[in-house]
């Protein structure tokens, strides 16, 4: 599997941004029972867990870090073996790279995709 993050930029407080991230080489019983996920490197911080979303058939529940909820909106599109990350009310502790992997990051990292919020 590889995992390629798009979408990424520069981005003003306060507007929205969507990332993608398509599950490349993934076949269909690969990507759809696995409860996807994005992350995200801030500059001098440790990658942390921003969102995730289940398989269609466990309801694709959503769970958020504290710091997005509200703000973010992870969905999926299964037959494009896809994942968003839809972004609002973005502000400069969002910056950094953003990396889509399963919950338990157990396929290669991709390159993420940077996301730079200005003031």
């Known amino acids: 599997v590889q995992l390629q993050a798009s979408g990424g930029g520069l981005v003003q407080a306060g507007g929205s941004l969507r990332i993608s991230c398509k599950a490349s080489?993934?076949?269909?019983?690969?990507?759809?029972?696995?409860?996807m996920s994005w992350f995200r490197q801030s500059p001098g911080k440790q990658r942390e867990l921003v969102a995730s979303?289940?398989?269609?058939?466990?309801?694709?529940?959503?769970t958020y870090a504290d710091s997005v909820k509200g703000r973010f909106t992870i969905s999926r599109d299964n037959s494009r073996k896809s994942v968003y990350l839809q972004m609002t009310s973005v502000t400069e502790e969002d910056t950094g790279v953003y990396y889509c992997?399963?919950?338990?990051?157990?396929?290669?990292w991709g390159q993420g995709t940077q996301v730079t919020v200005s003031s």
């Open positions: 992997n399963t919950r338990e990051a157990d396929w290669p």
């Open positions: 979303i289940t398989s269609v058939t466990s309801g694709g529940t959503t």
């Open positions: 080489r993934a076949i269909t019983s690969t990507f759809n029972p696995r409860t």
